[in-house]
């Protein structure tokens, strides 16, 4: 049986998956009763499919470690747990490419069996 996993593009350059961004929201507030511009960063993660040592999949983002190195990790894993292979998070239209690749594969290792 085909799984929807096996249909996807995986990547073991842990090193080029996407970590997100930091955007900049900019607000206006009011101080002593006058308007101050305010910048506000915002860190935007960007979701991957993460395949674990333990061999689950899993959805994760990048957690950056906000100055601190040492506490960057990926979510769900422990601190210097690396994913062995990722994937890119599949939009609507590539997920629903994706299964009927899987579906049209089982098909046809249906028909195969049948016919053996």
């Given amino acids: ?12 350059d842990i090193s080029a998956a996407p970590k997100g961004e930091t955007v900049v929201n900019k ?16 860190f935007v993660p960007t979701f991957i499919l993460a395949l674990t040592k333990c061999g689950k999949v899993v959805r994760t983002y990048w957690i950056p470690g906000n100055g601190r190195p040492l506490e960057a990790r990926w979510s769900g894993l422990n601190h210097g747990e690396q994913p062995l292979a990722w994937a890119h998070w599949p939009d609507a239209t590539e997920l629903d490419a994706t299964l ?17």
């Avoid at 799984?3 to 073991?12: G, L, R």
């Avoid at 607000?27 to 915002?42: A, C, F, N, S, W």
């Avoid at 009927?100 to 053996?116: C, K, Q």
Wanted: proline letters at 4%; hydrophobic letters at 45%; zero cysteines.
């Fill in 1 to 12: 049986m085909t799984t929807i996993y096996q249909s996807i593009k995986w990547s073991s």
């Fill in 27 to 42: 607000r206006t507030m009011l101080v002593k009763g006058k308007p101050v511009d305010q910048e506000i960063p915002t």
């Fill in 100 to 116: 009927a690749a899987a579906n049209a594969a089982d098909a046809i290792l249906a028909h195969a069996e049948e016919d053996a």
